[in-house]
């Protein structure tokens, strides 16, 4: 709520969140008998307006307006798939982190939840706050509340893909053996060397940037050796016997070579 003098008159005007304004009246000197009389009257309509919004916002609860959520807003509001609709896997997604909030704020009023509310529950449950966050925003935009208790609370953010601590050599190896365990000789030996070798080739990182050279030249020699004996063993398994570029045995002659030494002996 705000009162503003301009010129000879106020203005009155009710603040609708993210910056916005909605215009409530205009109280001129003239039309209320003095500037102390318009004061009086633009401070009435100011109550009156506060009031007014104040019995709307304590209808719903924080449980009520969750279960309808997701299925009142429907749409993609931000992003490069803005004005589409949302998926259902992704509705379904938004119900289940909004349980934990259900839980903990049923029978609250929406306009009653606080900043210090939001951030315990925002510590304790980051994933779900996030959704929340967006379910308070629309509740903001419709004129339920004034403002979004759960908007720019600083929380820490979730560690990139970068800061996640990466395996060690001997766990690389283990994971590798585990492919011929699982998938059995013929494929788990091909699995086990795609994975040493896409370790070795950049696609992974050392946990130490000061081993991470030794590390790599061992990885690098035990990978070498793994691949060709596995990629031996598994052409023996799906390929048919290759002494000749034709594919067949050293002691079986083409046909077209038996057919021309049978002519010339003729």
Request: net charge positive; with cysteine.
């Amino acid at each position: 709520m705000a009162i503003v003098e301009r010129g000879e008159a106020f203005y009155v005007k009710v603040h609708r969140g993210r910056g916005r304004y909605e215009h409530v009246g205009t109280f001129r000197w003239g039309e209320h008998g003095g500037k102390r009389a318009a004061r009086r009257a633009a401070e009435r309509a100011e109550a009156d307006a506060h009031e007014r919004r104040r019995n709307r916002k304590s209808v719903e609860t924080c449980d009520e307006f969750a279960a309808r959520w997701p299925d009142d807003y429907p749409i993609v509001k931000h992003g490069p798939t803005r004005g589409q609709r949302k998926s259902d896997k992704t509705l379904r997604g938004y119900r289940d982190e909004l349980k934990p909030f259900v839980r903990e704020f049923r029978g609250v009023r929406l306009a009653d939840v606080d900043r210090p509310m939001a951030r315990k529950f925002a510590n304790a449950r980051p994933r779900s706050a996030v959704v929340v966050r967006n379910m308070f925003s629309d509740a903001v935009d419709d004129g339920l509340i004034d403002a979004n208790p759960f908007a720019n609370l600083q929380l820490e953010q979730a560690r990139g893909r970068s800061q996640h601590p990466t395996i060690t050599e001997e766990e690389l190896h283990d994971l590798a053996d585990a492919a011929v365990l699982v998938l059995g000789t013929a494929y788990g030996q091909v699995s086990r060397s795609f994975i040493l070798r896409r370790a070795t080739s950049g696609a992974g990182s050392t946990r130490d940037s000061t081993s991470s050279t030794a590390t790599s030249g061992r990885a690098s020699a035990r990978s070498t050796c793994v691949s060709r004996s596995s990629r031996s063993r598994a052409r023996s398994c799906f390929c048919p016997r290759r002494g000749t570029r034709s594919g067949r045995s050293p002691d079986r002659p083409s046909t077209s070579a038996s057919g021309t030494r049978s002519a010339a002996s003729r």
